[in-house]
């Protein structure tokens, strides 16, 4: 019997210190349905300001984003505005925006 708990507790420190190295080297995901991008991209919706804006002719999302952002129009990273602007549109290309629509975009501040 003796022999027995030995072997048990034996078992349960290795188990044990394995479950340490792999919680140490690869870590543990607390939400295992959703990927470290779609936390992150979930964060920084919560995060953001949002407008909604109708279109005029000859706007582009560029000139809207400078426009609705004005202190930061001389600082705006076109690849960011386009990117958030995808992310709040999803079926809308930003090259392809339509006068008189409303769309969403971002307020930077």
């Known amino acids: 019997m003796n ?11 290795i188990l044990f210190l394995i479950s340490v190295h792999k919680d140490l080297t690869v870590g543990t995901s607390l939400n295992p349905d959703t990927d470290s991008q779609n936390q992150t ?6 995060e953001r300001t949002v407008l909604k804006v109708q279109v005029s002719t000859g706007e582009t999302v560029l000139s809207i984003a400078e426009r609705i952002n004005p202190q930061d129009s001389n600082h705006l990273d ?6 958030d602007f995808r992310a709040l549109n999803p ?5 392809h925006i339509t006068p008189g629509e409303y769309y969403y975009f971002p307020l930077y501040h």
């Open 78 to 83: 076109i690849s960011q505005v386009l990117d």
């Open 3 to 13: 022999a027995i708990k030995k072997l048990l507790l034996y078992t349960f420190i």
């Open 41 to 46: 991209h979930m964060i920084e919706q919560e």
């Open 91 to 95: 079926d809308v290309e930003p090259t």
